[in-house]
């Protein structure tokens, strides 16, 4: 368990570190993900360094413009 620091500097330290946790979720919430579904229903999700990502992800993303341009 990590210790609680004390003070004003302990204080000031414990909100940077919120704010910087706050920021890097936002960047990840941000990058598209993608899913990869196996014949038995189990998810993978693709990492964005993974061989074939950008492949996958670019199909995928003609496919929603398709329902969406459909849809219209």
Not at 16 to 41: F, I, S
Not at 60 to 69: A, I, N, Q, T
């Given at each position: 368990m990590?210790?609680?620091?004390?003070?004003?500097?302990?204080?000031?330290?414990?909100?940077?570190?919120?704010?910087?946790?706050?920021?890097?979720?936002?960047?990840?919430?941000?990058?598209?993900?993608?899913?990869?579904?196996?014949?038995?229903?189990?998810?993978?999700?693709?990492?964005?360094?993974?061989?074939?990502?950008?492949?996958?992800?670019?199909?995928s993303?003609?496919?929603?413009?398709?329902v969406?341009?459909?849809?219209?």
């Amino acid at each position: 368990m990590k210790e609680k620091r004390r003070g004003p500097m302990g204080r000031a330290a414990e909100m940077a570190e919120g704010v910087a946790a706050v920021m890097r979720r936002m960047q990840r919430d941000r990058e598209p993900r993608v899913l990869v579904y196996d014949a038995t229903g189990y998810a993978r999700l693709l990492q964005p360094q993974a061989r074939g990502y950008d492949g996958v992800l670019a199909a995928s993303e003609r496919m929603v413009r398709l329902v969406v341009e459909e849809e219209a």
